[in-house]
């Protein structure tokens, strides 16, 4: 048992959801970011539910003995965590409809955009909305009775439903109606009056038009529910056939899975919320109270009838980068020095086009990269089917059980094959993460290698809003090191032996541990003694350990992380001199950055591995370091920046309660560490 205290994993994320939340809050935010910053809080909720609290969940089901263990792998008795999960999030979605109702609802008023409902239609809105009803989505409807005696409905993962209750004949009758959600839309917006614009739930043109749907049933009431269900793929065993064909499998049965939460409006009165509670074999631990409406996360298209800029971002369209920018030969620049690319403030169109390059140039005669999460209409993909076409060996690792992209990543992985590529798929056991691309030249009869190692997934989509970094080089024992990862993943070497690149799991957290053992020996000894260290999740107990040693040996340590953090600061003896930030801004922090003071020798390491156990000890991962100078004062300057921000930074501490940094930093200057990023790469643009 340790004598550190360390923040609960679960715990830990409903705080980082919180400040997705706190976005939504800010009224210095624009008005359609808040209410995108509202779907992307539900929507990160709904995979909270399916992944982590539908884990827990099956721990409760375990036997004594293995509660235990439990116990102290999760650092909480199961249900009591449950129970302050609950609690948590009830307190939060509270929040979230506040906000809403009295802040977003009225801000929208005042230009003119009126989210209305049923019951505030007028005659002229009515027979639009009667009319849509009948064309557009009546026959689209699908209603299931309720009775305690017949078939138990199957209701969908993730679909809206409305639970209905209607009076016939002196009884009352129950029947749940699902919404539909193609190929109608979530928002119906009606006619402009004078200058007015007005929009309605699918779910109030259905309230609307009940009576008509219903002629013969009189107090019809309509409460809103939703299930969320278990994303467990659920593989017993990973080790023993074909594991692509057991995950198609299972990508069907996760609609099946069992339920994880129940969302109903909490205005739906007991008596009826009791009656589908034991139709749906419903338990206590299921139910969770809301609003009116669910789907928060469907906001993210809601309509802009204004077309008012003042009411979304500044846009800030994707720089060109100063020296690669018309390069008509990425290889032969790459050749002559290392490049560094900044996601999504630079264009990611030269990663795709340095692998076009490569199928074209004629020295170039093998392409291999691995694949984690893949676009749906991937230009990466159809770059390497082009390689395929000119000739070239392409060698591709996918990743199918990468969360919610196993049917992208096996449809590439299959029209990669079909086009002839050397396609390898995941390992029982362990996730291959890195993000990682080798093309081989031969060059005067030498291999060279040009490599691509980066933050970030090969996702042009997600690249718009993710905040990556990426290194392309042509250093020689890099590339060569880098081809070790390639010569695991086709079995080629069981072990690496490397000395600049840091590969899990083999040697990612002792690299990582040397490196804070140094700082701590330099603290003891005196000298100067600091780290930086920037990541989307802290969670491994041993690391955190070690930074707690850090700590205690006198070494200053900053810490940007985004989203989980298990370390708790602000403890005597424990983390005292440990800050701890996390910006949460139009951008997601994606990147993760390693910096050591190394006795005025600083060293940098990217790497596509968070602190987390499954990062360092049961993925492929990459950490590599960073050598040009050029690169590296841009980086550290990217950095200083964060670390400096005082409008979207937050305070990570021991509360949980996520305090900006701004009110602990009054009168000093302003500093939004992403624009000033977008800036800063701007202005070398200007220069260049």
């Known amino acids: 048992m340790s004598a550190y205290s360390f923040e609960n994993r679960e715990?830990?994320?409903?705080?980082?959801?919180?400040?997705?939340?706190?976005?939504?809050?800010?009224?210095?935010?624009?008005?359609?970011?808040?209410?995108?910053?509202?779907?992307?809080?539900?929507?990160?909720?709904?995979?909270?539910?399916?992944?982590?609290?539908?884990?827990?969940?099956?721990?409760?089901?375990?036997?004594?003995?293995?509660?235990?263990?439990?116990?102290?792998?999760?650092?909480?008795?199961?249900?009591?965590?449950?129970?302050?999960?609950?609690?948590?999030?009830?307190?939060?979605q509270s929040e979230l409809g506040r906000i809403f109702r009295k802040e977003i609802l009225p801000e929208l008023a005042d230009n003119n955009i009126f989210l209305t409902d049923s019951q505030q239609l007028n005659k002229g809105q009515a027979a639009y909305v009667r009319n849509y009803f009948k064309e557009k989505v009546q026959s689209l409807l699908q209603i299931y009775p309720l009775k305690a005696d017949g078939k138990t409905p199957f209701l969908e993962d993730n679909c809206l439903y409305l639970a209905l209750s209607m009076r016939k004949e002196g009884k009352t009758h129950y029947a749940i109606l699902q919404i539909p959600s193609k190929p109608i839309k979530r928002f119906v917006l009606l006619p402009e009056e004078d200058g007015q614009h007005f929009i309605l739930f699918i779910d109030d043109v259905i309230r609307f038009n009940l009576k008509e749907l219903f002629p013969d049933y009189t107090h019809i009431k309509a409460f809103s529910i939703k299930v969320s269900r278990d994303a467990d793929l659920n593989i017993e065993d990973e080790f023993e056939g074909n594991l692509v064909e057991k995950i198609k499998e299972s990508l069907a049965n996760r609609k099946t899975n069992e339920e994880s939460r129940f969302l109903y409006d909490e205005k739906m009165p007991q008596t009826f919320l009791q009656q589908i509670t034991n139709i749906l074999e419903l338990t206590k631990f299921d139910l969770i109270p809301g609003g009116k409406y669910h789907n928060f996360s469907d906001f993210f298209d809601f309509p802009d009838p204004t077309k008012n800029p003042t009411l979304h971002n500044e846009v800030l369209p994707p720089l060109p980068h100063p020296e690669l920018e018309g390069c008509d030969n990425l290889l032969k620049a790459i050749a002559e020095k290392d490049y560094m690319l900044h996601f999504p403030y630079q264009s990611y169109k030269y990663v795709s086009q340095f692998?076009?390059?490569?199928?074209?140039?004629?020295?170039?005669?093998?392409?291999?990269?691995?694949?984690?999460?893949?676009?749906?209409?991937?230009?990466?993909?159809?770059?390497?089917?082009?390689?395929?076409?000119?000739?070239?060996?392409?060698?591709?690792?996918?990743?199918?059980?990468?969360?919610?992209?196993?049917?992208?990543?096996?449809?590439?992985?299959?029209?990669?094959?079909?086009?002839?590529?050397?396609?390898?798929?995941?390992?029982?056991?362990?996730?291959?993460?890195?993000?990682?691309?080798?093309?081989?030249?031969?060059?005067?009869?030498?291999?060279r290698y040009y490599t691509y190692l980066g933050t970030g997934n090969f996702n042009e989509k997600t690249a718009r809003i993710y905040a990556d970094h990426a290194l392309l080089t042509a250093h020689k024992k890099i590339g060569k090191e880098a081809s070790q990862v390639f010569d695991i993943l086709e079995r080629k070497i069981i072990i690496p032996k490397t000395k600049r690149l840091m590969i899990s799991p083999f040697s990612t957290r002792t690299g990582f541990s040397d490196l804070v053992d140094q700082e701590i020996a330099n603290a003891k000894a005196g000298k100067d003694a600091y780290m930086i260290l920037k990541m989307n999740s802290l969670q491994d107990q041993s690391m955190i350990e070690k930074i707690y040693e850090a700590n205690n040996a006198g070494v200053k340590i900053k810490i940007i992380c985004r989203g989980i953090c298990c370390l708790v600061p602000d403890i005597e003896g424990q983390s005292e001199h440990i800050e701890v930030i996390s910006i949460v801004d139009r951008f997601l922090e994606h990147a993760r950055v390693y910096i050591f003071g190394n006795d005025d020798k600083e060293k940098m390491y990217l790497a596509s591995a968070d602190w987390m156990t499954r990062n360092l000890d049961h993925r492929i991962e990459v950490a590599f370091p960073i050598y040009d100078a050029d690169i590296y004062a841009e980086l550290r300057h990217i950095i200083d920046l964060q670390l400096k921000d005082n409008v979207k930074a937050r305070i990570i501490n021991e509360e949980q309660n996520n305090p900006y940094k701004a009110s602990h930093n009054l009168g000093a200057p302003t500093i939004r560490a992403q624009i000033a990023t977008y800036r800063f790469l701007e202005e070398k643009v200007k220069t260049k």
């Open 11 to 92: 715990l830990s994320w409903l705080s980082f959801n919180h400040r997705v939340l706190q976005e939504a809050k800010d009224p210095s935010v624009s008005l359609y970011e808040r209410i995108k910053f509202l779907a992307i809080y539900s929507s990160n909720l709904d995979e909270f539910f399916k992944v982590r609290v539908a884990g827990v969940r099956k721990f409760t089901q375990l036997d004594k003995a293995a509660k235990k263990e439990t116990k102290e792998a999760i650092a909480a008795n199961p249900n009591k965590l449950l129970r302050k999960i609950y609690q948590i999030v009830n307190k939060q």
């Open 355 to 447: 692998i076009a390059e490569a199928s074209d140039d004629e020295l170039v005669n093998t392409i291999k990269i691995t694949l984690y999460r893949v676009a749906d209409d991937s230009d990466i993909g159809h770059a390497l089917l082009n390689a395929l076409e000119k000739g070239k060996k392409v060698v591709a690792f996918i990743e199918v059980k990468a969360r919610f992209d196993e049917a992208s990543n096996i449809y590439w992985g299959e029209r990669l094959e079909a086009a002839g590529a050397k396609v390898i798929y995941s390992y029982p056991a362990i996730k291959v993460h890195t993000k990682l691309c080798l093309v081989r030249r031969i060059e005067d009869g030498q291999k």
